[in-house]
């Protein structure tokens, strides 16, 4: 099933530029691609059955970018979508190609929805796939579904969101359709500030 942020992702196109976010290790800035976001926020099951619309949603609009975090904010009708947006700093193996990778952790007020985590990975991956997410100390394990990760256990969100907010670096490790393992760095500065934005953007 498909949420209301793959809705408004995906008629606004997102032709938005992804001011400060750095893709792998080449360090340049990138503008996100209409497809590749709108399947990004593919919502899981659990968020309960999609409802359809006519009306063309904004565009999403830039509220702050902090360290490697970019804060956004898009509006369809009365609802607000707000996330915190990064790309990987290292992706391996080098090489490799796939598409573009991204971390949200999104706000959904009126779906009270509040720092939703997914992770897409720029490529297909087995539903039920299981990922890992490390800090180092203590990881967490995440399922795919199509292009994108979820979190497995639920009751482990906060535990996850303090972590992203106190630790310096993620590695996401996780296994394509076609049995490639890969895994992605992302930097953590900037996060904590980034979600501060988004929780005042999106009361």
């Known amino acids: 099933m498909i949420g209301s942020r793959t809705r408004f992702l995906a008629a606004a196109g997102f032709a938005v530029a992804l001011v400060g976010l750095h893709a792998g290790d080449a360090g340049a800035t990138t503008v996100a691609r209409p497809l590749m976001i709108a399947k990004a926020v593919r919502h899981k099951p659990s968020h309960g059955k999609a409802h359809t619309t006519t009306k063309p949603a904004a565009g999403p609009s830039l509220v702050g970018s902090y360290g490697d975090w ?50 897409v990975e720029g490529f297909h991956m087995h539903n039920g796939t299981t990922a890992t997410a490390d800090f180092g100390a203590t990881s967490f394990q995440f399922v795919g579904t199509e292009t994108t ?10 535990a996850l969101l303090a972590d992203l907010r106190q630790k310096h670096q993620l590695v996401v490790a996780a296994k394509s359709i076609k049995g490639h393992i890969t895994t992605d760095t992302y930097s953590l500065s900037g996060l904590r500030q980034a979600l501060e934005q988004v929780a005042k953007t999106c009361r």
């Not at 706000?107 to 939703?116: G, R, S, V």
């Not at 990760?149 to 906060?158: C, E, I, S, T």
């Open 70 to 119: 970019n804060a956004y904010i898009g509006v369809e009708g009365k609802n607000k979508t707000c996330y915190a947006l990064s790309q990987p700093k290292k992706r391996m193996p080098q090489g490799l190609q796939r598409d573009p990778a991204y971390i949200f952790i999104t706000t959904q007020p009126k779906l009270n929805i509040h720092d939703d985590v997914s992770i």
């Open 149 to 158: 990760l979820w979190l497995k256990n639920p009751a482990q969100r906060a």
